[in-house]
């Protein structure tokens, strides 16, 4: 029988310049086979130049929108991005609970590539303690993963490791440091499961073009789950799309800053 086109949620904030968020999470969806829904947390202006206001929905829209979704649509896997204050953490761990999606990839965006805060202060520990242990996959950039567990940011690879392994002790599946902080001249990633640990090398790209990418590789990983045999599989195909959406970024020209990959750098 011909395996369906999986249906990947993403649960994030808009932005406006098209880049990361919601909009990078779909594209990202399609570009990998799968159909894309939405649940908006938050509505940013932004360009690539920065983070300009943020409109946060009420907490009881961003429920009705996911009960929605979920209560009509077979969902294969979900991806959660910005989720801006911690009463949008807790909606939506509810609905997580309620309705018990197969793969949850669960992208702890604190801080844009801008230097704004995407994440209320308080909400960090919602986000820990609550959203966490219902990941099957956490994918924590070096700070972020700093500011969960309440230390400094790793330095070197066996420290990323360190912070990997505490981090699935507090609940989560499993965990993939992302490496891009680091002073190496690749882009090492450390996969965490119960199993052991993967190391997923891969360049670091020198572009500009890097808007998005922490948005693009997690939404990467949900559409590629259920239609890989594991984790480890499905982050190091995401991981090779990433990368190769950052070597065509250049053939875009959008805007004067921080520019986005190129999601669909396979068709045009």
């Known amino acids: 029988m011909t395996q369906p086109i999986p249906n990947v949620l993403t649960i994030a904030g808009s932005d406006s310049g098209g880049g990361a968020g919601i909009q990078a999470d ?22 690539t130049r920065g983070v300009i206001a943020i409109h946060t929905p009420d907490a009881g829209f ?18 959660i991005g910005m989720l801006a204050n911690a009463q949008i953490v807790r909606v939506v761990a509810d609905a997580l609970r309620r309705h018990r999606p197969s793969h949850v990839v669960l992208d702890t965006v604190m801080i844009s590539k801008s230097k704004h805060a995407l994440l209320a202060a308080d909400a960090v520990a919602a986000l820990r303690d609550e959203l966490l242990p219902l990941a099957d996959l956490l994918t924590p950039n070096l700070p972020e993963a700093a500011a969960l567990l309440g230390c400094e940011a790793a330095v070197d690879e066996t420290t990323m490791i360190t912070h990997g392994e505490a981090l699935r002790a507090l609940g989560a599946r499993a965990v993939l440091m992302k490496g891009g902080h680091l002073a190496a001249i690749d882009s090492p990633d450390w996969l965490i ?76």
Request: proline content about 4%; aromatic content about 6%.
């Open 26 to 47: 779909l594209k990202t969806f399609s570009a990998l086979g799968a159909y894309g829904a939405s649940v908006i947390t938050a509505l940013t202006a932004q360009n």
């Open 193 to 268: 499961e119960p199993g052991g640990t993967l190391r997923v090398g891969g360049p670091r790209v020198p572009v500009k073009n890097t808007h998005g990418t922490g948005c693009t590789l997690s939404s990467a990983i949900a559409a590629l789950l259920p239609q890989r045999r594991d984790i480890a599989s499905a982050v190091v195909d995401a991981k090779r799309y990433l990368t190769d959406a950052l070597k065509q970024s250049e053939r875009l020209d959008v805007g004067a800053g921080i520019g986005p990959v190129h999601h669909f750098h396979r068709w045009w």
């Open 62 to 79: 961003v429920t009705a929108q996911l009960d929605a979704v979920f209560d009509d649509i077979r969902i294969d896997a979900v991806k």
